[in-house]
């Protein structure tokens, strides 16, 4: 189990991380989400030792990371693909880092078949590699130690449909078999195919967290129509909340039927309308983050510098 409580980092007065608390638990994959800066890597770093906490406390299994006594046997981490020595082969990135963790070099070939990089990949250097190369080799070095906990930060960038697909299931049967799985990714749809729990996070602080199902479940209902202006007011009238969504569209605090019902009484023609569990993981995504979002909603699908 990884637990964050009370998470604070502050840089010179900007506050990255802003008191976030969540719980990753064994046998399921979180999907950790955020738009650009939101606090997501900084977050992960802290997590594994790599930056100091302002305040709060982030624990592996009820202790620190700096306080385990061999980390790579507890926790698989894949932060960064790129940072791998450019000038030595994947096959010898994994030899060190088996040695520094007490494995025998007989776990380097099983890895390397797990990960799916061939013999001639695995003894070709860092630099030659793509960067979803450099993706399975990463995750191979986290896997290496057998760890019950990975977190990773972005580990789809690269990798081609097949590849995504791997790594997806790849990461359900790790979870299946009890391990827990903090998974970073701007790419929605596989966060929303893979995780069982959702922590999402804007501006350095949680916006919601929950189960998948209960998530979308409680997103009410997505409606639009040409005349917008007068759905608003039509909804008002009814008593039924609603909020600027994706694509001109409503989200609805209420059920089809009684927003449909709104409407037809107000004689509005509907183009669209949905329970907003069936819209999927990005409108709920962009609804939750509406007042983090920079003006380029592009750029929300990546992490940014400041965290």
């Given at each position: 189990?990884?637990?964050?409580?009370?998470?604070?980092?502050?840089?010179?007065g900007?506050?990255?991380v802003?008191d976030?608390t969540?719980?990753?638990?064994?046998?399921?994959?979180?999907?950790?989400?955020?738009?650009?800066?939101?606090?997501?890597?900084?977050?992960?770093r802290?997590?594994?030792?790599?930056?100091p906490a302002?305040?709060?406390?982030?624990?592996?299994?009820?202790?620190?990371?700096?306080?385990?006594?061999?980390?790579?046997?507890?926790?698989?981490?894949?932060?960064?693909a790129?940072?791998?020595?450019?000038?030595?082969?994947?096959?010898?990135?994994?030899?060190?880092?088996?040695?520094?963790?007490?494995?025998p070099?007989?776990?380097?070939?099983?890895?390397?078949h797990?990960?799916?990089?061939?013999?001639?990949?695995?003894d070709?250097?860092?630099?030659?590699y793509?960067?979803?190369?450099?993706?399975r080799l990463?995750?191979?070095?986290?896997?290496?130690?057998?760890?019950?906990?990975?977190?990773l930060?972005?580990?789809?960038?690269?990798?081609?449909?097949?590849g995504?697909?791997?790594?997806?299931?790849?990461?359900?049967?790790?979870?299946?078999?009890g391990?827990?799985?903090?998974?970073?990714?701007?790419l929605?749809?596989?966060i929303?195919?893979v995780?069982?729990?959702l922590?999402v996070?804007?501006?350095?602080?949680?916006?919601?967290?929950?189960?998948?199902?209960?998530?979308?479940a409680?997103?009410?209902?997505?409606?639009a129509?040409?005349?917008?202006?007068?759905?608003?007011?039509?909804?008002?009238?009814?008593?039924?909340?609603?909020h600027?969504?994706?694509?001109?569209?409503?989200?609805?605090?209420?059920?089809?039927?009684?927003?449909?019902?709104?409407a037809?009484?107000?004689?509005?023609?509907?183009?669209?309308?949905?329970?907003a569990?069936?819209?999927?993981?990005?409108?709920?995504?962009?609804?939750?983050?509406?007042?983090t979002?920079?003006?380029?909603?592009?750029?929300?699908?990546?992490?940014?510098?400041?965290a």
């Amino acid at each position: 189990m990884i637990t964050v409580e009370n998470l604070t980092k502050e840089y010179a007065g900007f506050t990255a991380v802003d008191d976030v608390t969540f719980t990753a638990r064994p046998g399921r994959v979180t999907g950790f989400l955020g738009p650009n800066g939101a606090g997501k890597s900084t977050t992960m770093r802290v997590m594994v030792g790599l930056t100091p906490a302002t305040s709060g406390e982030v624990t592996v299994a009820g202790r620190r990371f700096a306080d385990l006594p061999n980390p790579g046997r507890e926790v698989g981490v894949l932060l960064d693909a790129s940072a791998q020595h450019a000038g030595r082969t994947g096959r010898e990135i994994l030899a060190i880092t088996a040695a520094i963790m007490g494995l025998p070099r007989t776990r380097v070939p099983e890895m390397l078949h797990r990960v799916s990089l061939t013999e001639d990949e695995a003894d070709r250097r860092v630099r030659h590699y793509s960067l979803g190369m450099r993706q399975r080799l990463g995750i191979a070095a986290a896997l290496l130690g057998d760890p019950q906990v990975l977190v990773l930060d972005e580990p789809a960038n690269g990798l081609d449909p097949a590849g995504i697909r791997w790594m997806r299931d790849l990461l359900r049967e790790y979870a299946d078999q009890g391990g827990t799985v903090l998974l970073s990714s701007h790419l929605l749809h596989e966060i929303e195919v893979v995780a069982d729990d959702l922590v999402v996070i804007g501006r350095g602080r949680i916006v919601a967290q929950g189960s998948k199902a209960d998530l979308l479940a409680a997103a009410g209902t997505v409606v639009a129509a040409d005349d917008r202006a007068a759905l608003e007011r039509a909804l008002s009238t009814a008593g039924l909340a609603s909020h600027p969504g994706t694509d001109g569209a409503l989200r609805v605090e209420a059920t089809t039927r009684e927003v449909g019902l709104a409407a037809a009484s107000a004689g509005i023609p509907l183009t669209r309308l949905a329970d907003a569990d069936g819209a999927g993981l990005e409108e709920m995504f962009l609804e939750l983050t509406a007042d983090t979002q920079r003006d380029d909603l592009t750029q929300s699908h990546s992490e940014g510098a400041a965290a």
